[in-house]
């Protein structure tokens, strides 16, 4: 009873700290983190508590009741107060995300995963970063001024990827891409990464299927090839014919380690672009942190097949429409996921060798690829992201051109569309100021620069290609972009995916026509594109008629009020009454805002306030020698009290907004 009766009260007193310390941290707590935070509070302050006051007495009822003076509350304050201390440290370090009400977002792994997972994190973090100072990164950096340091840096930082391995060497080829961005030198260095992608194994691949397919691999496909066609980092695809259609299909699988690799590395890779940008002004400038961002988030999408699937249905309804022999391999919805995608077998072979065009016209293939992309692209705004040879099949029998590998497509909006017509049309009349214009529309920062000093420098750029045969497309673009760069401008991010499309697909047409002038055939689409908009009208009258009477019926009732509006409006002006009024709390969204920022300095000030209260008493009950000052010290004892748990609930709820936010 001696014992029992203490470790009684102290389990009472620990569920009582339990809920007031739940109500005074906020609803939507974590149970198993209040649970932890009492109970290292409670043995904490504990054995203070008895190692201060209650070592050596006898540990009966009456010698608790004997102690229930201020040390004893003190103590339970000291347990309340530590246990949000405490639960502050776990959200601080704990990187789960919370929705718009502050609650947990399901499907997320238990605290001591996340502990682990956090521990294999700094762990890999620290051999990426010890790889690249080992490498000569951080110092090489520095003095990225000449060709000969440049070139050092170059070696370094191909040998950092490499050997980071991974999610970092398809990051380097990547960026092997990005001439725009990189000298030469870097170029050719980032060109020599190779990553040895081994074939999943027979077991893997009938694992694969069974976890992914509605039924067993003999239900769906008559024939099934384990031997892979192609195979790569990401996934691998195979031949086979389904069962119920006997149609020929391709089947992609997803390599089952890819997802957790990605989750793994793709913050690692984050980290490391931060962590290079912080070490280099070169870096900063370059916006290497932006970059890989971006290829964090391309990367995302390809891992998911649901997306490629989405992509491939998308640019087919574009096309079906479309008078240009361009195909887009059928989707079998009902066999594909995010793991595994099924689609028709893509018929002919691919256009890296142009021999193969014994009975056609390479100019007329060429032509054809080329407006079917400028359909895509400046009429639809959704097109086909990676045309490099090997995803565009064309076959000699049917002279159909079709395009595969969808991981990747490219949106462009309305006024960007516009922007890139009138890029086109600028190269091709040698205009620089229309090539102004068009430039306009593709960047972010445009009224930031004088529209005369870029235009002399677009000017510059035209005369280099003015009275040559055939316009280096990639030399162009690449000057486009270091032109923009200089002026501290930006494309937009679909728009530099877009203008490299144009340099990846201008290689592809030269492969297979060589003499293949990719501006002069856009001017060529887009006077096609005119005369067909224009007689469409005629052509399809019925059609036009529809449209008409739509676009009248949702004018005509705003044309009918616009005399009393006008009316309503002179009235107004001669009586004084016309204001200009904004209202920020009309907004929902703002209201909320403002109010829960409001509360927020409301509290703030109020636990500050509590502050300085408490220690001017304690700085006044420095000069009482009477009996007075005993109620001062309690008085500014208990306002600092109440200052910490008011400071210590504001800093969980700020986390809480930071976590929401991200």
Not at 1 to 26: A, E, K, N, W
Not at 450 to 463: G, K, M, P, T
């Given at each position: 009873?001696?014992?029992?009766?203490?470790?009684?009260?102290?389990?009472?007193?620990?569920?009582?700290?339990?809920?007031?310390?739940?109500?005074?941290?906020?609803s939507n707590v974590n149970i198993f983190k209040r649970i932890l935070s009492v109970?290292?509070?409670?043995?904490?302050?504990?054995?203070?508590?008895?190692?201060?006051?209650?070592?050596?007495?006898?540990?009966?009822?009456?010698?608790?009741?004997?102690?229930?003076?201020?040390?004893?509350?003190?103590?339970?304050?000291?347990?309340?107060?530590?246990?949000?201390?405490?639960?502050?440290?776990?959200?601080?370090?704990?990187?789960?995300?919370?929705?718009?009400?502050?609650?947990?977002?399901?499907?997320?792994?238990?605290?001591?995963?996340?502990?682990?997972?956090?521990?294999?994190?700094?762990?890999?973090?620290?051999?990426?970063?010890?790889?690249?100072?080992?490498?000569?990164?951080?110092?090489?950096?520095?003095?990225?001024?000449?060709?000969?340091?440049?070139?050092?840096?170059?070696?370094?930082?191909?040998?950092?990827?490499?050997?980071?391995?991974?999610?970092?060497?398809?990051?380097?080829?990547?960026?092997?891409?990005?001439?725009?961005?990189?000298?030469?030198?870097?170029?050719?260095?980032?060109?020599?990464?190779?990553?040895?992608?081994?074939?999943?194994?027979?077991?893997?691949?009938?694992?694969?299927?069974?976890?992914?397919?509605?039924?067993?691999?003999?239900?769906?496909?008559?024939?099934?090839?384990?031997?892979?066609?192609?195979?790569?980092?990401?996934?691998?695809?195979?031949?086979?014919?389904?069962?119920?259609?006997?149609?020929?299909?391709?089947?992609?699988?997803?390599?089952?380690?890819?997802?957790?690799?990605?989750?793994?590395?793709?913050?690692?890779?984050?980290?490391?672009?931060?962590?290079?940008?912080?070490?280099?002004?070169?870096?900063?400038?370059?916006?290497?942190?932006?970059?890989?961002?971006?290829?964090?988030?391309?990367?995302?999408?390809?891992?998911?097949?649901?997306?490629?699937?989405?992509?491939?249905?998308?640019?087919?309804?574009?096309?079906?429409?479309?008078?240009?022999?361009?195909?887009?391999?059928?989707?079998?919805?009902?066999?594909?996921?995010?793991?595994?995608?099924?689609?028709?077998?893509?018929?002919?072979?691919?256009?890296?060798?142009?021999?193969?065009?014994?009975?056609?016209?390479?100019?007329?293939?060429?032509?054809?690829?080329?407006?079917?992309?400028?359909?895509?692209?400046?009429?639809?705004?959704?097109?086909?992201?990676?045309?490099?040879?090997?995803?565009?099949?064309?076959?000699?029998?049917?002279?159909?051109?079709?395009?595969?590998?969808?991981?990747?497509?490219?949106?462009?909006?309305?006024?960007?569309?516009?922007?890139?017509?009138?890029?086109?049309?600028?190269?091709?009349?040698?205009?620089?100021?229309?090539?102004?214009?068009?430039?306009?529309?593709?960047?972010?920062?445009?009224?930031?620069?004088?529209?005369?000093?870029?235009?002399?420098?677009?000017?510059?750029?035209?005369?280099?290609?003015?009275?040559?045969?055939?316009?280096?497309?990639?030399?162009?673009?690449?000057?486009?972009?270091?032109?923009?760069?200089?002026?501290?401008?930006?494309?937009?991010?679909?728009?530099?995916?877009?203008?490299?499309?144009?340099?990846?697909?201008?290689?592809?047409?030269?492969?297979?026509?060589?003499?293949?002038?990719?501006?002069?055939?856009?001017?060529?689409?887009?006077?096609?594109?005119?005369?067909?908009?224009?007689?469409?009208?005629?052509?399809?009258?019925?059609?036009?008629?529809?449209?008409?009477?739509?676009?009248?019926?949702?004018?005509?009732?705003?044309?009918?009020?616009?005399?009393?509006?006008?009316?309503?409006?002179?009235?107004?002006?001669?009586?004084?009454?016309?204001?200009?009024?904004?209202?920020?709390?009309?907004?929902?969204?703002?209201?909320?805002?403002?109010?829960?920022?409001?509360?927020?300095?409301?509290?703030?000030?109020?636990?500050?306030?509590?502050?300085?209260?408490?220690?001017?008493?304690?700085?006044?009950?420095?000069?009482?020698?009477?009996?007075?000052?005993?109620?001062?010290?309690?008085?500014?004892?208990?306002?600092?009290?109440?200052?910490?748990?008011?400071?210590?609930?504001?800093?969980?709820?700020?986390?809480?907004?930071?976590?929401?936010?991200?």
């Open positions: 009873m001696h014992i029992i009766t203490p470790i009684v009260q102290i389990f009472i007193v620990s569920v009582i700290i339990f809920f007031i310390s739940g109500r005074l941290i906020g109970i290292i509070s409670v043995s904490f302050t504990t054995f203070i508590f008895w190692y201060t006051y209650l070592r050596g007495m006898d540990y009966s009822f009456t010698t608790v009741n004997s102690v229930v003076n201020v040390a004893t509350l003190l103590w339970i304050g000291s347990m309340l107060l530590i246990s949000m201390l405490i639960y502050l440290f776990f959200e601080l370090f704990d990187p789960i995300a919370l929705d718009e009400n502050n609650g947990r977002v399901v499907g997320k792994k238990s605290f001591i995963k996340r502990l682990i997972g956090y521990w294999r994190h700094q762990k890999r973090l620290r051999t990426v970063l010890r790889i690249a100072v080992t490498n000569g990164i951080t110092r090489t950096m520095k003095y990225a001024r000449n060709r000969d340091s440049d070139r050092e840096l170059a070696v370094a930082f191909r040998d950092t990827l490499e050997q980071c391995g991974g999610i970092f060497i398809k990051f380097g080829q990547v960026l092997s891409t990005r001439k725009e961005l990189f000298s030469p030198i870097f170029i050719e260095e980032l060109e020599k990464l190779q990553q040895n992608v081994t074939h999943l194994t027979d077991e893997q691949v009938k694992s694969i299927m069974k976890q992914n397919l509605p039924g067993e691999i003999d239900e769906v496909f008559s024939y099934f090839s384990m031997k892979p066609i192609a195979a790569a980092s990401i996934g691998q695809v195979h031949r086979a014919i389904l069962k119920s259609t006997k149609e020929q299909v391709v089947v992609k699988l997803l390599r089952p380690e890819v997802k957790e690799i990605m989750r793994e590395d793709l913050s690692i890779l984050i980290e490391f672009a931060n962590w290079v940008s912080s070490k280099s002004q070169w870096a900063e400038n370059l916006g290497f942190r932006d970059i890989a961002e971006g290829f964090a988030a391309s990367l995302r999408e390809e891992i998911d097949f649901n997306i490629e699937a989405r992509n491939m249905i998308q640019i087919k309804n574009v096309m079906q429409n479309s008078n240009l022999k361009v195909h887009i391999p059928k989707i079998y919805e009902q066999y594909s996921n995010e793991n595994i995608l099924i689609m028709g077998l893509a018929q002919g072979r691919s256009v890296s060798n142009r021999y193969q065009f014994y009975n056609s016209n390479c100019h007329d293939v060429a032509e054809t690829l080329l407006f079917s992309y400028l359909e895509q692209a400046l009429v639809s705004g959704i097109f086909h992201a990676d045309p490099h040879p090997g995803n565009i099949y064309y076959d000699e029998e049917t002279k159909v051109i079709t395009l595969l590998d969808f991981g990747a497509v490219c949106r462009l909006p309305t006024t960007q569309q516009e922007g890139l017509k009138l890029f086109f049309i600028g190269i091709q009349q040698r205009d620089a100021s229309i090539l102004f214009d068009g430039i306009s529309l593709l960047v972010k920062n445009k009224n930031d620069v004088d529209r005369h000093d870029l235009e002399q420098a677009i000017s510059q750029i035209i005369l280099k290609i003015s009275y040559v045969d055939r316009i280096q497309t990639d030399e162009l673009v690449y000057s486009i972009f270091t032109v923009i760069r200089d002026y501290g401008l930006q494309f937009y991010p679909s728009v530099s995916v877009a203008l490299r499309v144009v340099v990846t697909l201008d290689g592809t047409l030269r492969i297979i026509e060589p003499t293949f002038n990719i501006f002069e055939e856009a001017k060529k689409f887009s006077n096609q594109y005119l005369k067909q908009a224009f007689k469409k009208p005629f052509k399809e009258p019925i059609a036009t008629k529809d449209r008409l009477e739509e676009e009248l019926a949702l004018i005509l009732p705003n044309l009918r009020k616009i005399p009393r509006r006008v009316d309503q409006l002179f009235k107004r002006v001669e009586d004084g009454k016309v204001i200009l009024h904004h209202d920020i709390f009309s907004d929902k969204n703002n209201s909320k805002f403002i109010t829960q920022l409001f509360s927020k300095f409301v509290l703030l000030m109020v636990g500050i306030t509590f502050g300085l209260i408490s220690v001017a008493l304690l700085a006044i009950s420095q000069f009482i020698n009477t009996a007075y000052a005993i109620y001062l010290n309690t008085a500014a004892y208990l306002g600092l009290f109440l200052c910490a748990i008011l400071l210590v609930r504001l800093s969980i709820q700020a986390i809480r907004d930071m976590k929401r936010n991200e």
